[in-house]
């Protein structure tokens, strides 16, 4: 392979995969899920490819490295559209700790024991795992936690201020204009109750909301869709 046709086969792979990163969408490292790394390594190899290997002729390596970019962008359009997709491709976070209570089956279900469960806590600055309320496992692989409202930052147990003993876990009812009927069945949750509570918010349309659920405290809340009409205004 001569220093030009090494240079050229660099530079037009420089730039697809620039392209290609683009169209891709913003995505924060420790978003990713195991999906979307795997999908980076292939990437990166089909690109190391296209530039070292003398057998393989560069078009058809390109091509390779945008089939499968355009690939993964329908995936993530998929995923954006369909709720029920994002399970099969993406899974569902899993409640290692809930109201205080380690679920042993889901750290079998995610092959974790108690070792790297606490090590995980550590990171998080938590060496006691009683203070943990809830403990979540994303899709990421990271680890979320939520303490009990005793030991909060600014703790309540040295204030005149009542504790609850349990809170619910947040809920999330609409996604994007969309009620998720699953969670609407899981929770037992009236269909009627959420267009009320819409209603008495300020919004006739459920289509006009971005995300709306039940919070720690029990508590209806909205969050609108972004109106860009609004703004050019």
């Not at 078009?59 to 369909?82: D, H, M, P, T």
């Not at 147990?157 to 809920?171: F, H, T």
Request: hydrophobic residues 45%.
């Amino acid at each position: 392979m001569s220093w030009t046709e090494i240079t050229y086969r660099v530079i037009f792979s420089f730039i697809v995969l620039l392209i290609m990163a683009r169209l891709m969408g913003k995505e924060h490292m420790t978003q990713l899920t195991f999906f979307d790394y795997v999908t980076g390594i292939t990437v990166g190899s089909l690109a190391a490819a296209v530039v070292t290997d003398t057998s393989l002729e560069m078009i058809k390596g390109i091509y390779a490295l945008i089939l499968w970019s355009i690939l993964n962008i329908i995936i993530e359009f998929v995923i954006l559209k369909f709720d029920k997709s994002r399970l099969l491709i993406t899974g569902k976070p899993s409640i290692l700790i809930k109201r205080g209570e380690i679920d042993k089956k889901a750290l079998a279900k995610c092959r974790f024991n108690a070792d790297e469960l606490n090590m995980m806590l550590r990171n998080k600055d938590i060496f006691d795992i009683t203070e943990v309320d809830y403990a979540i496992l994303e899709t990421s692989g990271k680890l979320t936690v939520l303490k009990k409202q005793k030991f909060d930052p600014i703790t309540k147990k040295d204030m005149p201020i009542p504790v609850k003993q349990n809170r619910n876990l947040p809920v999330q009812i609409i996604n994007n204009g969309k009620i998720i009927e699953s969670v609407m069945t899981e929770f037992n949750l009236d269909i009627d109750w959420v267009y009320s509570e819409a209603k008495r918010l300020g919004y006739k349309n459920i289509k006009d909301i971005f995300y709306a659920g039940i919070n720690c405290d029990g508590q209806f809340f909205i969050v609108p869709l972004f109106n860009e009409k609004k703004y050019k205004q």
